[in-house]
């Protein structure tokens, strides 16, 4: 029997939600429960009709409640037996209702088209349906006092629509208008014109500076390019509406729903070789990042200039968003030609999130604006000691453990530079402000060198290390709920494993909170470490070395100097992709896993290589011979599916978590749901935080609460 959990927030309290949520699920069948927390209404329902129940629960909700976002987690069954209405959730734990920013909703959207609305042509219009959010709020409640609003007394309408229960600003509070809200330095004009003639504008936006510039001129977009220090990562392309997105990319129905979610994400599709867009905006990657405006401000920008613009976070490379006035024409001055500031302040920077649709769900491969700071919703029984989880080195978040919940921050980024560092430090104090905690326990990666490891050292606070691999499979257990035991698969590109060598292409059986590393890799050695990560040459050396052939890091991999020992799955995707000539080298993180994933797109044989597995141990020195004399980047990914599917198998477990980045990677992970399924499997996968190195605080934050845990 399927089982949904479903999570809402928006105005679904003291609505008669849950009478209504009883009646339906006893309507349709369904046994399960629902609960009130503070971050809003959470319910399971488990029965043949749980979908229904799901699209009836929006279509038929009580007039007075509305709601702002639902989230559905997939479970496995659990025989759940009656319907309750549980306890409202302990409030003593502020588990405030900080709601992400939410994309403009249609009736603004009119309204600031309308030549006869009060709002028409404001920037800064906003209801209780949509507006920013968790980038204004400064404490909780969430109140107005407690918002960068603060400052904006309310003129007497605004005032009136804020106390009128028939209003849609009804208590909206970053209310706001032309006559008492916030401003634009500059006419809006100032910013068009010089998108029109080619400048790089840099524009305050909801969570941060944004550079834009318009995506069809290549001479502008290569000037960005040199000005931010960027090779050759693409750029996302910010389109006025879903016809401009269809002109430049291949868009699908789920695609589409995507991008005009109220998260209103970046949405990576597949390019159209016509896009129009210059060859600069994503140089020569079959793959596009699109989003739709979120804000008034940038509808009515885009109504001005009805072209697709190229919107990247206004920063220098390696530095978090600016989001103060000060800030920004410090640090963009000789980046923009022109700013565009506005006088609401933003509490702290949130960039854009990107994501992949996929059948069902949404695929996170950045989570910031839209989506943070919703909790992930945990169950069990909640915890007593409050876990801080301080993440990774790379594509950083932080989280906290709250009992039956975990809020995962915003994306903070790469922690190589002071600023980024600084980032790092203000994100993890906003976090203890914002829900009043101070942790008992840090929980950090097991590599010592990483900057979040050695803060985490200098707390003062009881320090529990989680393996990197172990955090990636608990993240993806904790949001699906996985009972033990089951198979947990992490695939990345380089984690710190228990031996002292660089893990990645691992197999664990999770059983009673111990992790057995049952599987992996057959090991390699990386020659030249940091540059194994940027140049395929070196893991393909690596691999040529096992076999005794010779290359020209031949000498290095003798001496074993600066050569680390393997088993890393994305590596071995760089070295494949190196041989077949897909791509020589990572000018930006992934870029040869996404080129192999575009080249496999366009075969259509999925007859996996030879990959023997002797002691749990996958040898790829078959695979690479065949792979040499014609290479298959569709085969390749075919082999790496049915390895999964054959170590479920073997493990004699029903459920598989995939998480890692190499599960990013679409192709790979619908290979791989299908192989398992066809094993008689389920593959869960992940469904609100990053399969990247973005959702190892959860995991972290999951494992340092249970005592059971120890990374051996
Ligand atoms: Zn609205
Ligand atoms: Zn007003
Ligand atoms: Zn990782």
Same mark, same amino acid.
């Given at each position: 029997m399927p089982r949904i959990r479903l999570t809402l927030t928006g105005a679904?309290?003291? *609505?008669g939600f849950r009478p209504f949520v009883h009646r339906l699920a006893g309507e349709l069948g369904l046994s399960g429960w629902v609960r009130n927390t503070a971050a809003g209404v959470v319910i399971e329902v488990e029965g043949a009709s749980a979908e229904e129940f799901r699209l009836r629960l929006c279509a038929e909700c009580p007039p007075a409640a509305w709601i702002a976002q639902l989230e559905a987690t997939q479970l496995p069954p659990a025989r759940l037996s009656g319907f309750k209405i549980l306890?409202?959730?302990?409030? $003593?734990?502020?588990?405030?209702?900080?709601?992400p920013d939410l994309a403009t909703c249609p009736e603004c959207l009119a309204e600031i088209r309308? &030549?006869?609305?009060?709002?028409?042509? #404001? =920037?800064?219009t906003n209801c209780t349906r949509c507006g920013p959010r968790f980038t204004i !709020?400064?404490?909780? =409640? #969430?109140d107005r006092p407690h *918002? *960068?609003? %603060?400052?904006f007394a309310l003129c007497g309408d605004c005032a009136a629509e804020y106390r009128d &229960?028939?209003?849609?600003?009804?208590?909206? %509070? =970053?209310i706001a208008c032309p006559v008492c809200g916030p401003r634009l330095s500059e006419r809006l004009e100032c910013a068009s014109e010089a998108l029109k003639s080619g400048q790089i504008v840099a524009l305050k936006g909801i969570g941060g500076y944004q550079l834009l510039v318009d995506a069809r001129n290549e001479s502008a977009v290569a000037r960005l390019r040199e000005r931010k220090s960027r090779e050759a990562k693409p750029f996302a392309v910010l389109a006025p509406d879903l016809e401009a997105v269809r002109a430049v990319a291949e868009v699908n129905g789920e695609e589409a729903g995507l991008l005009e979610s109220a998260a209103a994400p970046i949405v990576l599709l597949r390019a159209r @070789?016509?896009?129009?867009?210059?060859?600069? !905006?994503?140089?020569?990657? @079959?793959w596009v990042g699109v989003m739709l405006p979120c804000s008034p401000l940038h509808h009515l920008l885009l109504d001005q200039f009805p072209h697709p613009v190229v919107a990247t976070?206004? /920063?220098? !490379?390696?530095e978090p968003i600016c989001i103060t006035k000060g800030e920004a024409e410090a640090r963009l001055r000789g980046i923009a030609d022109v700013f565009l500031h506005h006088d609401?302040?933003?509490?702290r920077p949130c960039d854009d999130s990107v994501a992949r649709a996929r059948p069902g769900g949404v695929s996170l491969l950045r989570r910031a604006?839209? #989506?943070? &700071?919703l909790p992930v919703w945990i169950g069990g /029984?909640?915890?007593n000691s409050c876990v801080l989880a301080v993440g990774g080195h790379l594509k950083n978040t932080v989280a906290l453990h709250l009992g039956r919940q975990v809020v995962l921050s915003q994306h903070i980024g790469d922690l190589d530079t002071p600023e980024a560092r600084d980032a790092f430090v203000a994100a993890v104090e906003d976090l203890e402000r914002l829900y009043r905690r101070r942790p008992e326990v840090i929980a950090c990666d097991?590599?010592?060198?990483y900057f979040s490891t050695v803060w985490a050292g200098e707390q003062g606070v009881l320090v529990r290390p989680v393996q990197h691999h172990h955090a990636h499979v608990a993240a993806c257990a904790a949001e699906n709920g996985l009972e033990e035991p089951y198979l947990g698969v992490a695939w990345d590109g380089t984690g710190l494993g228990t031996d002292g060598s660089i893990w990645g292409g691992e197999f664990f059986l999770v059983e009673r909170g111990r992790f057995t590393r049952i599987g992996h890799l057959r090991p390699f050695f990386l020659p030249g470490g940091d540059a194994a990560m940027r140049e395929g040459e070196r893991p393909a050396a690596g691999l040529l070395h096992e076999l005794g052939e010779t290359t020209r890091f031949t000498p290095l991999l003798k001496t074993g100097f600066q050569s680390v020992k393997t088993t890393s799955l994305g590596r071995l995707f760089d070295a494949f992709a190196y041989i077949g000539g897909?791509? @020589?080298?990572?000018? #930006?993180?992934g870029e040869a896993g996404l080129r192999m994933e575009a080249a496999a797109l366009a075969e259509s044989d999925d007859s996996p290589y030879e990959l023997p597995v002797r002691d749990w141990i996958a040898d790829w020195a078959p695979m690479l011979e065949e792979f040499r004399r014609a290479p298959s980047p569709r085969r390749f990914h075919a082999t790496l599916a049915g390895w999964i599917a054959r170590m479920a198998r073997r493990a004699g477990v029903r459920t598989v978590a995939l998480s890692g980045?190499?599960? %990013?990677?679409d192709l790979l992970t619908r290979m791989a749901v299908a192989a398992l399924e066809e094993a008689g499997c389920r593959a869960a996968l992940h %469904?609100?935080? &990053?399969? /990247? $190195?973005?959702?190892?605080a959860l995991g972290q934050a999951v494992l340092a609460a249970d005592e059971r845990y120890a990374p051996e």
């Open positions: 679904v309290q003291g *609505t306890e409202s959730e302990d409030e $003593d734990q502020p588990v405030a209702a900080i709601l309308d &030549p006869d609305a009060r709002r028409f042509r #404001y =920037p800064f !709020v400064e404490s909780i =409640p #969430y *918002t *960068t609003m %603060q400052g &229960p028939a209003d849609r600003r009804f208590h909206a %509070q =970053p @070789p016509d896009s129009g867009l210059a060859a600069s !905006v994503s140089q020569g990657s @079959p976070s206004g /920063n220098r !490379v390696g609401r302040p933003i509490a604006r839209g #989506y943070a &700071p /029984n909640g915890l097991l590599h010592p060198d897909i791509a @020589p080298r990572n000018r #930006y993180e980045g190499c599960f %990013q990677n %469904q609100r935080v &990053p399969a /990247n $190195d973005g959702g190892l």
